[in-house]
């Protein structure tokens, strides 16, 4: 389902209004609990362990429906009745007959003869003899549509596919597909998910924020609520992750964002100073409270993705090196996955590349991807360590209190080396004994009380390292590599360092335009999206003619 909301209600006005109406269902609930971080733009909320979905679209009518792309079933126009009551003008009415298909049927709240005949003139059909106004989009004429941002996958078609990575991004994207039916075989060169950068310990989920909201800015915050949703409906709570909040400490005078009073419309706000004083910091220290982040250990998300229950099926496969991509002729059109020796691995009619550096081997025209290598420092937690409560990033980050089978542990870094030659897929990355010092500094940055008390601990660090890999724009590339001359060939790669706040986002998107569902994200930023957009340093493909 998708919603419009030009200014959302409170959660205290929509917890006051279920309980005069006596609704106390479990929807009800479930949906209060996620009734946060609601600023402009568009959320997914989740019902019924993922079956049920909401996609809740913040912002005005005109410049929302722009954003909007789906065949709806059915529609209802409300909020006539509301303090400021939406006119519904031939625009606004135009505007959603494009979201119509041909027995498309729609009711309103309201009755009025302006109204019908804005609709009829729009090859509305209207039913006489209802209660209210109730229509069918039946128009004597062939209806014009935009085209789609992708073409989505013919009904008729097999619903099976093969995805090359078994990281966030590839489990995210299989698991996404799984949920809508399909049959799923996931390719990686290590023996076990989550071989590549996403097995490192932990990581934070934890939204970008900016003077003016900027693209990354909206990408994170819609990234951060799938992310908490799919980790609340799979993980064990405190030991695979913890919804803990995230102070950001912004050093060397990072302008802060424009925040609310109490931080219900964004899900952040300038952080008080005892949160400062628990962390060390002065009361004039500049920081701001995420209070719905957290940390996960990305390797326990791949894995339940990967054993979820969903309709469709995701088969692993490890240690399969694939070493290139072909496709066949005839009417299938199906995609192999081949090894070294040009021997078969897996085919498939969709053929999606996840595998972060090793991606652009694959994806031919190549796109433009850049390794970066980090590394991870931690320890085991000591009694004179004088450790924050929650996490706290801004200069690299620290995450302390990571429970383990030997205490609790501390995690600080990464370092961000870019230009490193990508690593073998299936490779383990070796660590660097100066990285360590590198996480120290940043460190004594972020935290200089907390840096102070852990005194020499070189002695006591362990290391963790992996090979990310980024755009020249620093935005993901998902979506079909080539659709004219590569029909069904599809990237999900260049998650940078945020993998946990987008990687199970673009796996969703990417699913929404194969299936043609509703995208999880604005138009407008779905193409900014497209793995096929030109990019600085690559041409747009030549056409046909």
Not at 13 to 21: D, G, I, R
Not at 271 to 287: C, E, F, H, N, Y
Not at 424 to 450: F, I, M, V, Y
Not at 493 to 515: N, P, Q
Request: net charge neutral.
């Amino acid at each position: 389902m998708v919603a419009i909301e030009p200014r959302p209600v409170a959660l205290a006005a929509l917890q006051q209004h279920l309980a005069s109406t006596g609704d106390s269902s479990a929807q009800a609930q479930q949906l209060c609990a996620q009734w946060w971080g609601l600023a402009p733009g568009f959320h997914r909320l989740s019902f019924e362990e993922g079956r049920v979905e909401l996609t809740l679209c913040v912002g005005e009518l005109p410049d929302t429906l722009r954003e909007l792309q789906l065949e709806a079933d059915s529609l209802w126009l409300c909020g006539t009745t509301s303090p400021d009551p939406i006119a519904w003008d031939e625009g606004l009415l135009k505007a959603l007959a494009r979201l119509c298909r041909r027995g498309s049927r729609l009711a309103s709240d309201t009755d009025t003869p302006a109204l019908r005949e804005g609709l009829g003139r729009l090859g509305f059909a209207l039913e006489a003899n209802t209660s209210g106004l109730q229509a069918c989009y039946q128009p004597p004429w062939e209806p014009r549509r935009a085209p789609p941002l992708v073409t989505a996958w013919p009904q008729d078609a097999a619903r099976e596919a093969v995805v090359i990575g078994g990281g966030l991004s590839g489990l995210g994207t299989a698991y996404a597909l799984a949920r809508r039916g399909w049959q799923v075989t996931v390719l990686d060169a290590c023996a076990e998910p989550a071989g590549g950068a996403s097995g490192l310990p932990v990581g934070l989920f934890s939204p970008h924020v900016s003077p003016d909201d900027n693209r990354i800015s909206r990408l994170t915050r819609t990234g951060l609520r799938i992310t908490r949703q799919t980790a609340q409906r799979l993980l064990v709570e405190q030991q695979d992750w913890a919804p803990s909040g995230v102070l950001e400490h912004r050093v060397h005078g990072k302008a802060g964002p424009r925040l609310d009073a109490d931080g219900e419309a964004t899900g952040s706000e300038e952080a008080r100073a005892a949160l400062k004083q628990a962390a060390g910091l002065s009361p004039d220290a500049p920081a701001t409270w995420h209070r719905h982040s957290g940390w996960v250990r990305p390797a326990r998300l791949v894995q339940a993705l990967l054993s979820a229950p969903v309709p469709g099926h995701i088969t692993w496969q490890g240690r399969c090196r694939v070493s290139r991509l072909q496709r066949q002729d005839g009417p299938e059109g199906l995609w192999l996955a081949l090894d070294e020796a040009g021997q078969p691995l897996a085919r498939a009619a969709l053929m999606v590349v996840a595998a972060g550096p090793g991606s652009r081997a694959l994806a031919e025209p190549a796109v433009p991807l850049q390794a970066l290598r980090g590394q991870l420092s931690s320890a085991q937690q000591e009694a004179t360590d004088r450790l924050p409560p929650w996490p706290v990033n801004g200069q690299g980050s620290l995450i302390p209190h990571l429970p383990g089978p030997q205490g609790p542990s501390w995690h600080t870094g990464s370092t961000f080396d870019r230009g490193h030659p990508p690593q073998p897929a299936g490779e383990t990355t070796p660590c660097k004994s100066e990285d360590h010092a590198t996480n120290l500094s940043k460190l004594a940055t972020l935290l200089p009380a907390t840096a102070a008390s852990l005194g020499p601990v070189t002695d006591r660090l362990q290391a963790w390292a992996g090979i990310r890999c980024t755009s020249p724009d620093r935005l993901p590339l998902v979506g079909p590599v080539d659709p004219a001359r590569r029909p069904g060939l599809w990237l999900c790669t260049a998650l940078g360092t945020r993998g946990l706040t987008w990687g199970l986002l673009c796996g969703e998107l990417l699913a929404s335009e194969v299936v043609g569902d509703p995208l999880p994200v604005p138009l407008s930023q779905a193409r900014a999206l497209l793995a096929s957009r030109p990019a600085p340093g690559r041409q747009a493909p030549a056409s046909d003619e």
